[in-house]
């Protein structure tokens, strides 16, 4: 009878254990709704409209921080024929932030921006492109769909902001580019400053990018001549 001790004295132990495993078990059951509710509050909390607007606020001002320095240009940049004056309008509603005479990249020939507003105390690098459906001389097609892409790729992998007008906008709504651009500022770092002086100027209209195949369409038509 004593060598059944130790086996009934296991057995009884073993069980003891179990019966506490299950009593956890089902306590933990028990609660599990409640701890699926905290969780998902916890998740909505997360997720809410004003959270996620924090986080991308913070987030793009990280971002744009990282932004890559332009460097002063040393070669001259063939100007479109209205980006004289835009600039203009561009000087008037962002003084001292518009500068035309940079570039970015170290390779031969770097990609200079027609138009870079660079706010140094955020970070903020916007690359302001004009685009011309065709070269005036030439008549050859430009800046049509595809063709800038590379271009775009290398300013956003720089955490730059890239703006395109079509320049037949900047001849005919050019505070209401001014406008486009004063928003994107606003957007990404909160500052309304340009804004509040073109809040009455109506939205920039928009005008569809064209094909190769348009783009000499437009040239024999001489479309730039008609804006």
């Not at 009934?8 to 073993?14: D, G, M, P, T, Y």
């Not at 997360?46 to 332009?70: C, D, G």
């Not at 492109?129 to 720089?158: V, W």
């Not at 004063?182 to 009455?200: M, P, R, S, V």
Request: net charge neutral; aromatic share 14%; proline share 4%.
């Amino acid at each position: 009878m004593l060598g059944l001790i130790p086996v009934f004295i296991w057995l009884h132990n073993s069980k003891k254990k179990r019966n506490i495993k299950k009593s956890v078990y089902e306590k933990e059951l028990e609660n599990l709704p409640k701890r699926i509710e905290e969780y998902e509050q916890k998740v909505r909390e997360v997720l809410s409209p004003e959270n996620l607007k924090i986080f991308r606020e913070q987030e793009l001002k990280r971002i744009i921080q990282l932004s890559s320095t332009a460097k002063h240009l040393d070669r001259l940049v063939n100007q479109g024929k209205y980006e004289p004056h835009f600039y203009k309008f561009l000087n008037k509603y962002f003084p001292d932030k518009i500068i035309t005479s940079v570039s970015l990249g170290y390779f031969e020939n770097p990609y200079a921006p027609d138009f870079a507003f660079i706010d140094r105390d955020s970070g903020l690098h916007i690359d302001i492109e004009i685009d011309e459906p065709y070269i005036s001389q030439t008549k050859e097609p430009i800046h049509y769909i595809g063709a800038d892409d590379n271009r775009n790729c290398f300013y956003e992998n720089n955490n730059w902001v890239i703006i395109r007008f079509a320049e037949e906008q900047i001849v005919k709504q050019p505070l209401s580019c001014c406008k486009t651009i004063a928003n994107t500022i606003f957007e990404i770092i909160g500052d309304k400053t340009y804004l509040h002086k073109l809040y009455a100027v109506e939205d920039v209209k928009a005008v569809n990018c064209w094909s190769y195949e348009e783009s000499l369409f437009l040239a024999r038509q001489n479309y730039r001549e008609t804006y």
